[in-house]
């Protein structure tokens, strides 16, 4: 029996001048909703596999498409919203996160992004 592989994307606005700090702390935030919603059988998998990761790189527009072509294809997916507290306005959208689940189907949402620099 062969396993497919397993991966989540965290897409990332880099476009709102977040400290690197930042950015991480709204990737945490991501991955960790989208993992909630991911079925029991992905997450093992996943988790089984190494935990695979990728940080993509999106603009802000963008960022929404993403989120919308997951959520239709049925994928776990994540949207953060900001709560403002720190550096940018409250309910601006820095993050997105897909997956866990088979890297084949990430891949069609999130394939032609650059990953994060």
């Keep these: 029996m062969t396993v497919s592989q397993h991966k989540q994307a965290i897409v990332l606005r880099t476009d709102l001048g977040m400290s690197t700090g930042k950015l991480i702390s709204q ?32 603009g802000g527009e963008d960022l929404e498409d993403c989120f919308r072509k997951a959520q239709r294809q049925g994928l776990p997916s994540a949207m953060v919203k900001d709560a403002g507290l720190t550096e940018i306005e409250p309910g601006t959208k820095t993050a997105v996160s897909v997956g866990p689940c088979e890297e084949s189907k990430i891949d069609s949402v999130t394939g032609d992004l650059k990953l994060l620099d």
């Design 27 to 58: 990737a945490c935030h991501a991955s960790l909703k989208a993992y909630r919603k991911a079925s029991s059988d992905d997450r093992s998998n996943w988790e089984s596999g190494g935990q695979k990761k990728v940080v993509l790189d999106i």
